[in-house]
């Protein structure tokens, strides 16, 4: 069986989606599929990292390319699809616009999506390695912080500064390689502030 697979993983998304797909993937070829793996880049630095981990494989056909637009979605799917004879297509991509897939005619597709309905915090820890310094954004009346390694030092400090912070969603999705997790929690735990911490650990995993 012939198979397309679209994954993101770049500087602003992180990499939880390539590495979800990765695991997918060995499982797959196992079961004797043919993959083709388009990976929506944003930087010649993220291929270089990418090609170092990514398994080789003769039934494993990988695809660098930077994909900026809606019409570029839809002409990159429809073009390999052609190419690999196939009408199966897997998407796992941050920006890949659901409304889109309509576009993509006779063919079977299987959507991944990170947008579930959360309940409402005060605070939302994620994570991206490739990160020098933390950044953060407020969206909807929550604040969330995006974590490099070295952050969990400073959280007294990034976190704590007002007493604000009553309530925490902490994701860290499919990698956690670092131990990340229990570093932040060591560090909030003794706030007693803190209402509340609800963690979504069901994905993560050491790097494969």
């Known amino acids: 069986m012939n198979l397309l697979i679209l994954v993101n993983a770049n500087s602003k998304s992180g990499f939880g989606h390539f590495f979800r797909i990765l695991r997918l993937i060995k499982k797959l070829i196992i079961l004797k599929c043919n993959i083709c793996l388009i990976v929506n880049i944003n930087s010649e630095n993220t291929k270089k990292f990418l090609s170092k981990i990514i398994i080789k494989n003769k039934k494993l056909k990988i695809i660098f390319q930077n994909i900026s637009n809606n019409m570029e979605y ?3 799917i429809n073009k390999f699809l052609k190419k690999t004879n196939t009408k199966k297509l897997i998407i796992d991509d941050y920006f890949f616009p659901i409304n889109l897939m309509k576009k993509v005619k006779n063919t079977e597709i299987i959507f ?16 991206n390695f490739l990160l020098k310094k933390p950044n953060r954004k407020i969206l909807n009346d929550t604040k969330f912080l995006l974590i490099p390694d070295d952050l969990h030092k400073n959280y007294k400090e990034e976190i704590i500064k007002k007493n604000e912070i009553k309530k925490i969603f ?11 997790e229990k570093k932040v929690l060591d560090c909030l735990l003794p706030y007693k502030s803190i209402k ?3 963690i979504d650990n069901s994905n993560s995993f050491p790097l494969p």
């Open 74 to 76: 839809i002409k990159t």
């Open 170 to 180: 902490i994701y860290f999705g499919n990698v956690d390689s670092n131990n990340l």
């Open 112 to 127: 991944f999506t990170d947008f579930i309905k959360l309940p409402k915090t005060d605070l939302e820890i994620n994570y």
């Open 196 to 198: 509340k911490i609800l």
